[in-house]
């Protein structure tokens, strides 16, 4: 089953698109599953859990971070994760950094943009981002970098408005791509669901989250 689903949605999505298993709720025998099937890239949303799985599956997986992350929790997953999806500011970056000093690593970071019409979900505005990677203060952090954005469209019906939502966060993405430093270098645009995967690789997506097409909804 997971792995005829995997199978489905890589040849909608085409090789140039990455699939994150999106596997938070799930039990790790799913996981498994889907590590089975091939599956390496998964994708949390909260910290305990990923951490009770991460010591569960093989050491190869990658661990995705892709909900709220509050700077308390970091030190946690900074040993292991692989992609941060959901840096919100300064502040949380400031943490992260910190905490792959500590590990001797760079913590790979995409920025979360505010692209959806509702007040309910996370996320900086194109001024915000622009004003921070511009910043003294980020130009310091040589312990993260910051690799793409990531953005969630409205949940509504109406295809039209999700494009569009899409194709403005793909927009912006190409605006900051001329911009390169030692920290910044964009090469991932994280958009698209179960629900509007199509749509964000339509608009230019290179990594889909999706959770309940893969697993299934119970
Ligand atoms: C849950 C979640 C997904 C996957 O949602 P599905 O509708 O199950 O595909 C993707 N991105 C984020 C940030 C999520 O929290």
Not at 10 to 29: C, D, H, N, W
Not at 81 to 100: F, M, P, T
Not at 101 to 114: E, T
Not at 176 to 185: G, S, Y
Request: hydrophobic share 45%; proline share 2%; aromatic share 6%.
């Amino acid at each position: 089953m997971i792995a005829a689903n995997i199978d489905k949605i890589k040849q909608q999505i085409g090789m140039g698109v990455q699939l994150i298993a999106v596997s938070k709720t799930k039990p790790v025998e799913m996981l498994m599953e889907a590590y089975q099937a091939g599956q390496r890239a998964f994708g949390e949303n909260k910290v305990q859990e990923m951490l009770a799985k991460q010591i569960e599956m093989p050491s190869d997986v990658q661990w995705h971070l892709i909900g709220h992350l509050q700077s308390n929790k970091v030190k946690q997953i900074a040993p292991f994760v692989h992609l941060i999806h959901s840096v919100d500011g300064i502040k949380l970056l400031e943490v992260i950094n910190k905490e792959a000093q500590k590990n001797n690593r760079v913590i790979n970071c995409l920025l979360q943009i505010y692209i959806a019409d509702e007040d309910t979900k996370f996320g900086l505005s194109e001024a915000e981002t622009e004003g921070m990677i511009h910043s003294v203060g980020f130009a310091q952090l040589a312990n993260i970098k910051i690799v793409g954005l990531m953005g969630m469209a409205t949940n509504t019906n109406d295809e039209s408005k999700i494009l569009a939502e899409f194709k403005s966060l793909k927009t912006f993405y190409d605006k900051l791509k001329p911009h390169q430093a030692a920290n910044f270098d964009l090469t991932t645009l994280s958009m698209g669901m179960s629900s509007d995967y199509m749509l964000a690789v339509k608009a230019g997506s290179n990594m889909v989250r999706v959770g309940s097409l893969v697993f299934g909804t119970w």
